[in-house]
């Protein structure tokens, strides 16, 4: 079965500490891997987009990288604007369609 | 510029009505999706369309209806038989295998 699942649940850090959030799938073939950031209230605004393993895409604190089974956000020395709900999602095929499958999503707290 | 609509923003539906979600696009993207989002929850897929006139069931598709008569637009109906409808809902696009594209969405309460 396609899944995706994301961890920490939810991750509180200081400003200026750097860590890792996680997105583990199990999909057949993977055509991408998806990341967002949603703002409370807001729909989730696109990041970037990994599609094979090794690769790495970077956006001012935010670096995203791929392997066979997982996918982490970086985010180095983070400051309370990054505050946000980050999402991974990946897309499958079905029955000669497409679908997005969603993590349930890493609630981050940057502290000042 | 180029963006998915959802309207209304926050949307007050009584015990017992059907209530409808706009959802529009001028990205001119094939597919649409609409996911609800409960709170502390990740994206739960209603139902979701690849061309025109053409729709297919998602995850928790009970209680909900969808037409897509146009390319640009892909209204969700909230139906009585909905027993829980309180959420935020989302509207999405893509391209084949590409990113989707959200709305802003709408919080629908029940009153």
């Known amino acids: 079965e396609d899944q995706v699942t994301q961890s920490p649940e939810a991750l509180r850090l200081q400003e200026g500490e750097s860590s890792s959030l996680n997105c583990s799938y199990t999909?057949?073939?993977?055509?991408?891997l998806f990341w967002y950031r949603q703002d409370p209230g807001k729909g989730p605004e696109f990041l970037f987009t990994?599609?094979?393993a090794g690769e790495e895409k970077e956006k001012e604190r935010l670096k995203a990288t791929l392997t066979k089974k997982e996918s982490f956000l970086h985010i180095t020395a983070p400051k309370p604007e990054d505050s946000a709900t980050y999402l991974c999602?990946?897309?499958?095929?079905?029955?000669?369609?497409?679908?997005?499958?969603f993590g349930t999503g890493t609630r981050l707290k940057v502290l000042a | 510029d180029g963006g998915i609509t959802q309207s209304p923003k926050y949307l007050f539906r009584k015990e017992g009505q059907n209530v409808t979600l706009s959802c529009e696009q001028n990205?001119?993207?094939?597919?649409m999706y609409w996911y609800r989002q409960d709170p502390g929850q990740g994206l739960r897929l209603i139902y979701y369309?690849?061309?025109?006139?053409?729709?297919q069931k998602g995850d928790i598709a009970e209680g909900y209806s969808v037409s897509r008569e146009k390319k640009e637009s892909f209204p969700l109906t909230v139906t009585s038989a909905q027993k829980n409808p309180t959420a935020f809902y989302l509207c999405?696009?893509?391209?084949?295998?590409?990113?989707?594209?959200f709305g802003q969405g709408t919080r629908l309460t029940v009153v």
């Open positions: 990205l001119n993207h094939d597919a």
């Open positions: 999909v057949s073939g993977l055509r991408g």
């Open positions: 369309s690849q061309i025109v006139n053409d729709f």
């Open positions: 999405a696009s893509s391209r084949c295998w590409t990113e989707a594209c």
């Open positions: 999602a990946v897309p499958v095929s079905t029955s000669g369609t497409y679908k997005y499958i």
């Open positions: 990994l599609y094979s």
